[in-house]
């Protein structure tokens, strides 16, 4: 049974659990609130601005949580880029088709290709017979204020990922196969995230939090949902999403679902993580818990 924790911009959380035979049993968890602009998600720029404060206060809730050691931890998306890319092969080895992905990114990277810090996905030939990879990147220096957090805490991360990307994870027995987007709000930013048979392809963050959607900025928001998914559909090769699940929305969740619904003509719906976890419980008790499950129940 793993630890899963999630860095953001208002809150710690720490969680323990695993998933047995698809249902989440979950053993401790403990949150902690975050005093505005402590933590502040740029790909370029310094993220933490008192490293004091966060790493004392993660220290407190670990200790309190009983946690300790290896985490698997979820960070804020907008430190992140995720792309696909082809090639005509990968190298066999891991750390070969890293260094390779990396050089084939680095025209579209926001920083030096050799600040680089790269992950990725194998996701088989494309229509053109091309190797694909799914690959999530980030500047090296900014995962290492994460990683020097942790260790000040007593923690060693054995996997950073983004937010959205873990909680897929944690939704994946809800979002099911085929093409499925996913709408997660964050406090300052929206990540439209589409998954095609369980892996993650495109996604399109928006500078807009859960107040974005609330005003006559909504139709503007809309549009940008849709054009995204237009984009993803001629870039990416791959076919229209069957519907879309939204996170982080609270009361507005319904409206907004409605909206957007009725803009792209495919079900939208409310993420019940509940469900996708065939765990008993309360979905609106669950639902900020998302990120730090997926962390801890991801697969190293």
């Given at each position: 049974?793993a630890?899963?924790?999630?860095i953001?911009?208002?809150s710690?959380?720490?969680c323990?659990?695993?998933?047995?035979r698809g249902?989440l049993h979950?053993?401790?968890?403990?949150?902690?609130a975050?005093?505005?602009?402590?933590?502040?998600?740029?790909?370029?720029?310094?993220?933490?601005a008192?490293a004091l404060a966060?790493?004392?206060l993660?220290?407190?809730?670990c200790r309190?949580?009983?946690?300790?050691?290896?985490?698997r931890?979820?960070?804020?998306?907008p430190?992140?880029?995720?792309?696909?890319?082809?090639?005509?092969?990968?190298p066999?080895r891991?750390?070969?088709?890293?260094r390779?992905?990396?050089w084939?990114?680095?025209?579209?990277l926001?920083?030096?290709v050799?600040?680089?810090?790269l992950?990725?996905?194998?996701?088989?030939?494309g229509?053109?017979g091309r190797?694909?990879?799914?690959?999530?990147?980030?500047?090296d220096?900014?995962?290492l204020?994460y990683?020097?957090?942790?260790?000040d805490a007593g923690?060693?991360?054995a996997v950073?990922?983004?937010?959205?990307i873990?909680?897929?994870?944690?939704a994946?027995?809800r979002l099911g196969?085929g093409?499925?987007?996913l709408?997660?709000?964050g406090?300052?930013?929206?990540?439209?995230?589409?998954m095609?048979?369980?892996?993650?392809r495109?996604?399109?963050?928006?500078?807009?939090?859960?107040?974005?959607?609330?005003?006559?900025d909504?139709?503007?928001?809309?549009?940008?949902?849709?054009?995204?998914?237009?984009?993803?559909r001629?870039?990416?090769?791959?076919?229209?999403?069957?519907?879309?699940?939204?996170?982080?929305l609270?009361v507005?969740?319904?409206?907004?679902?409605?909206?957007?619904?009725?803009?792209?003509g495919v079900?939208?719906?409310a993420l019940?993580?509940?469900?996708?976890l065939?765990?008993?419980?309360?979905p609106?008790?669950?639902?900020?818990?998302?990120p730090?499950?997926?962390a801890?129940?991801?697969p190293?």
């Amino acid at each position: 049974m793993a630890w899963g924790l999630e860095i953001g911009t208002d809150s710690l959380r720490v969680c323990r659990g695993e998933l047995r035979r698809g249902r989440l049993h979950l053993r401790r968890r403990a949150e902690v609130a975050l005093p505005a602009g402590l933590v502040r998600p740029f790909q370029k720029d310094g993220n933490v601005a008192d490293a004091l404060a966060v790493s004392g206060l993660l220290r407190d809730l670990c200790r309190n949580a009983g946690c300790r050691g290896w985490v698997r931890v979820a960070l804020p998306d907008p430190i992140f880029s995720l792309r696909t890319l082809a090639s005509d092969a990968l190298p066999g080895r891991r750390e070969d088709a890293r260094r390779f992905l990396c050089w084939q990114a680095r025209e579209v990277l926001p920083f030096p290709v050799e600040e680089a810090r790269l992950d990725f996905l194998p996701l088989g030939p494309g229509p053109d017979g091309r190797a694909r990879a799914a690959c999530l990147v980030a500047r090296d220096r900014t995962l290492l204020e994460y990683e020097r957090l942790l260790a000040d805490a007593g923690l060693r991360a054995a996997v950073l990922d983004a937010r959205s990307i873990s909680l897929a994870q944690a939704a994946s027995g809800r979002l099911g196969g085929g093409t499925t987007g996913l709408l997660s709000v964050g406090t300052t930013w929206s990540t439209l995230l589409v998954m095609q048979e369980g892996r993650p392809r495109f996604w399109r963050i928006l500078p807009e939090g859960p107040e974005g959607w609330a005003r006559a900025d909504r139709p503007r928001l809309l549009r940008e949902v849709g054009d995204s998914l237009t984009f993803c559909r001629e870039s990416e090769g791959i076919g229209p999403v069957e519907g879309v699940a939204l996170a982080g929305l609270g009361v507005r969740t319904a409206e907004v679902a409605s909206a957007l619904q009725e803009w792209l003509g495919v079900p939208a719906t409310a993420l019940d993580l509940c469900a996708a976890l065939r765990t008993a419980g309360s979905p609106d008790d669950l639902a900020p818990w998302g990120p730090a499950i997926g962390a801890a129940i991801r697969p190293c």
